[in-house]
């Protein structure tokens, strides 16, 4: 099931489609300016872009002649070539293309790429041609202008760049693409495109009132009003009711701590950009934690421990504070402040494969109840280079926990994929990807191995030869953080929660004033039962209060008339449509009862 090494994107098929596409475009560009110029067009994540610099503004329609023009080339079945060229006659190739000078000076200069990005060594100079446009370029390129489908790209859009991202220069004019293998593909792509735009969590969590953003509270610090609330205590009870079959201990720790605790871990000075600026009280400093690890290691360590304590596993919902720059606040994806599914076992080396089994083994689990169905988990590894620098400088025990991580993965059967060279700092992690049902996807939180800080904070056990040896520690979020998983479920569900998540599963609508009583008393009667359950008693006719319970997408709707009333009934309507007539509130419960109870995704 694994596969040891992920294709780079670099070597896919799909980015040389995607480079030849911008290359293609921009000879499509050049003609339509012959004066224009170029500067450059690299291929991203799901297409690519090309930055000019025009005489004029482009518009929509200018897009849809340069797509046409795009076909003709492709048609023509241009080969794509690449030469070799000193920086004298790269010069000369580009003499107009006052962009590409300053590009080649870059490359002739050593330490800058052909995009202008840093570079560790002194590239060749090379060109790439097709049909009669050249570029600078180290490609690669597909074969021919007709290996790029017609019918499978598609220019998306128009933006401002400066050159070199830099303000201070002048403002280009950006051309978006996206280009795939086949028109399904593409279509399928922008579909999901669409579908994305509807299931935002941004848009749907404010309308759904899970959280919301205020300006005096502060960028990147959501507030959860009830609803988000309830989303909360739901997932902190699945993980509790998980955590302890698995014989984890809960843990409570401070938001504050003295400075000496971060210096000790070795996230201070270090980490210190990453973290809210200290406060000062009787000449002490103080943080707000950004993470809960030297805490729980500060509990590992209050007492003498023995092999018979470990596996030693320590949870909390533990939140945490971390400043990310205001441009680089997402939704709830990229926030200020954390609540994490946190929990750090300490572990001997003999103890280590199964308990980073049973972790995997919570994640899987977690993702067959929430219907996710693809993921794949990145192991990162150290580089030799990196050794003192960004990984702790031991490397007998970076090969050794990264054979003990990737020996547990393969017995356990786990798909995985190894990336060099993406460490933490402290050991080797495993990024968990997943996919949202419309193939989105999300990065949830990492499992990283510890052999670093158990040393920093003296942590030991008296093993069974009666010795004293230092843990390792397993550090693990599979929940990740509220705001990054309720984002998630937020658009995997489109808002359709399955009922146990749903904020309000019941909502009584009685049809006049007259059933009022009645609708309160069936309330009374489920809340008892602790379901979620609210009447709607406004003053709006049916058909409004069902619209609006369909807004707030409640799971079930129970109306009642006079009829129901006099025969003690309900009848019943669900959020996918069907519907239930003059039903007993009995059997009605019995179902809620059970899909609550059973965690199901079915209504
Ligand atoms: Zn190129
Ligand atoms: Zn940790």
């Known amino acids: 099931m694994s596969q040891p090494v992920q294709e780079r994107y670099e070597d896919s098929n799909l980015y040389r489609i995607r480079h030849s596409a911008a290359h293609i475009m921009a000879q499509a560009v050049l003609e339509m300016f012959p004066d224009g110029k170029i500067t450059i067009g690299p291929p ?28 003709q080339i492709i048609a023509g079945k241009y080969e794509f070539s690449k030469k070799a060229v000193s920086a004298e006659e790269a010069r000369k190739i580009f003499k107009d293309q006052p962009y590409k000078i300053e590009l080649i000076d870059g490359l002739e200069k050593g330490g800058l790429d052909e995009y202008g990005n840093p570079l560790n060594a002194k590239p060749e100079i ?62 399928d792509y922008l579909w999901q495109l669409e579908e994305a735009k509807k299931r935002d969590h941004r848009k749907l969590g404010k309308e759904l009132e899970i959280f919301f953003f205020d300006d005096e509270v502060g960028p990147g610090l959501p507030l959860w009003p009830p609803n988000g609330g309830v989303m909360i205590e739901e997932l902190e009870k699945l993980a509790k009711e998980m955590e302890d079959k698995a014989g984890y201990l809960r843990v409570r720790t401070p938001h504050l701590t003295k400075e ?51 596996p030693l596993r320590l949870a909390e919902y533990g939140t945490v504070y971390r400043y990310e720059k205001s441009g680089e606040l997402f939704g709830l994806m990229r926030v200020r402040s954390l609540q994490m599914n946190d929990a750090h076992m300490y572990v001997s080396e003999e103890l280590f494969e199964q308990e980073f089994l049973n972790v995997v083994d919570l994640y899987l689990k977690y993702f067959k109840l929430f219907g996710i169905e693809k993921y794949v988990m990145r192991l990162s590894l150290h580089s030799r280079e990196g050794l003192g620098k960004k990984y702790v400088d031991n490397e007998r025990l970076w090969l050794k926990t990264e054979d003990m991580v990737r020996s547990a993965m393969k017995n356990g059967n786990v798909p995985f994929v190894e990336a060099q060279d993406e460490a933490a700092f402290y050991g080797p992690k495993v990024d968990v990807q997943i996919w949202s ?20 904070f003296d942590l030991k056990f008296i093993n069974k030869q009666g010795v004293e040896e230092v843990p390792l520690c397993i550090h693990r979020a599979p929940l990740s953080t509220h705001e990054r998983m309720i984002g998630f479920l937020i658009e995997h569900y489109a808002g359709n929660f399955p009922v146990w998540l749903s904020p309000e599963q019941v909502r009584v609508i009685p049809i006049t004033d007259d059933q009022n009583e009645y609708a309160q008393g069936i309330v009374q009667q489920l809340r008892e039962e602790g379901i979620r359950v609210s009447a709607d008693i406004s003053a709006q006719r049916m058909n409004a209060k069902i619209r609006a319970a369909q807004i707030m997408k409640v799971p079930y709707m129970l109306v009642v008339g006079e009829n129901e009333m006099k025969a003690g009934r309900v009848s019943l309507r ?18 809620v009862k059970e899909k609550i109870a059973m965690r199901s995704s079915e209504l």
């Open 44 to 71: 991203i994540e799901n297409g690519f872009y090309y930055d000019f610099d025009l005489p004029r503004n482009l518009t929509p329609e200018d897009l849809e002649q340069i797509e046409k023009r795009m076909r």
């Open 574 to 591: 669900v959020r996918d449509g069907s519907q239930q007539n003059n039903i007993m509130l009995e059997e009605f419960r019995a179902r």
């Open 126 to 187: 090379s060109i790439y041609q097709h049909d009669s446009f050249i570029d600078l370029c180290r490609g690669p390129h597909v074969e021919n202008t007709r290996q790029i489908k017609p019918d499978a790209f598609k220019l998306m859009s128009i933006a401002g760049a400066y050159w070199r991202g830099d303000e201070h220069n002048k403002m280009l004019q950006r051309i978006y693409g996206t280009a795939w293998e086949s028109a399904q593909q593409l279509k």
């Open 260 to 310: 000496d605790l971060f210096i000790r871990s070795g996230h201070l000075p270090y980490y210190a950009e990453s973290m809210y600026p200290p406060m000062e009280l009787e000449g002490v400093k103080y943080y707000v934690k950004p993470m809960n690890c030297p805490m729980h290691h500060k509990i590992f360590g209050s007492k003498p421990r023995s092999y018979r304590d470990l």
């Open 437 to 456: 049902v419309i193939g989105k996807e999300f990065s949830l939180a990492t499992n990283q191995v510890d052999f670093a800080q158990p040393a920093r």
